[in-house]
């Protein structure tokens, strides 16, 4: 079956095509990567779904909230081209976002938004659906761009939901991928459907697959949840994944999405936000990978290795 993940870099450039009247991938100096001076690494988390409606983007903003307690500087990249809505989330409307990127009218740095919360948000393109629609230029200028991010510890990209090359491309190029799930048969089905597919459509597969069920009225389902899931990825797809853990089914959650607040700040000692907590420690444990970071991540994502 087609690799989708190259698709997507074979659509973005490989080789690095160079942009009309740009300088040849040969010619072009090497962009100065973020951190590089200092030494700083970065840790790239995707987080996708197989369905919408699984608390994805929750989890990516309240998860990058977590780690900036703990000091971390934090970027949250929309990177739904359709539907975007962190800034939703965060009670945020901002004047440019991705769009403007990528048909060169701001850079990245002019889009980049400080929230009141320690993070900063890369805002979605809403109405532009798919990398594939990039020209020549406007892909070269992306990738461009996408090197001047600003340093940061850690970087969450939430993906649209459900698959596309455009979603498999982020989870192969990631560091680690955290699929979000819920105990709904249809949520499980979903779930298990996009491991299925990263399983047999990304060639060399290296980054940590993470599993976290969402909503849940126990620990135990969650882990039952899990389990059913796990299993069946290593029984059928020979794939490792595993549980990162489960966040509780708890009221706190509907009305901070009403109040465009997110939950791990409109009450800390929530079952929520102590779950997602529990969450950023279990993968602070996780070793990284030994050239982790923008660099790496965009390597990947564009078949520059």
Known sequence: MED??????????????????????????????????????TRIIAVASGKGGVGKT???????IAYAKLGKKVIVMDADLGLANVNVMLNMIPKYNLYHVIRKQKTMREIILD?????????????????ANLSDEERQSFINELYTLPQADIIIIDTAAGVSDNVLGFVA?????????????????????I??????EIENLNIGLKLVVNRVKTVTE????????????????????DYLGCI??????????????????????SKAAIS?????????????????GIGRFIKKLFGKE
């Open 58 to 64: 929750n989890l990516s903003v309240n998860l990058a």
């Open 4 to 41: 989708q993940a190259q698709a997507l870099r074979e659509i973005m450039g490989k080789k690095g095509a160079a942009a009309p009247g740009s300088a040849s991938p040969e010619s072009r100096p090497e962009p100065r990567l973020p951190g590089a001076a200092s030494g700083r690494k």
């Open 248 to 269: 509780y089914d708890d009221p706190i959650v509907p009305a901070s999405v009403l109040k465009q607040k997110p939950f791990i700040v409109q009450d800390p000692r």
């Open 115 to 131: 929230t009141e919360y320690g993070i900063q948000i890369v805002a979605g393109a809403s109405g532009f659906s798919k990398i």
């Open 276 to 292: 997602v907590a529990h969450l950023v420690g279990r993968i602070e444990k996780t070793d990284m990978a030994e050239d982790p």
């Open 195 to 200: 491991i299925k597919i990263i399983a047999t």
């Open 173 to 193: 190029a990631a560091d680690d991928a955290i699929i979000v799930t819920t105990p709904e048969p249809t949520a499980i089905t979903d779930a298990y459907g």
């Open 222 to 241: 969650g882990r039952r949840v899990a389990e059913r899931i796990i299993n069946i990825s290593g029984q059928f797809l020979n794939l490792k994944v």
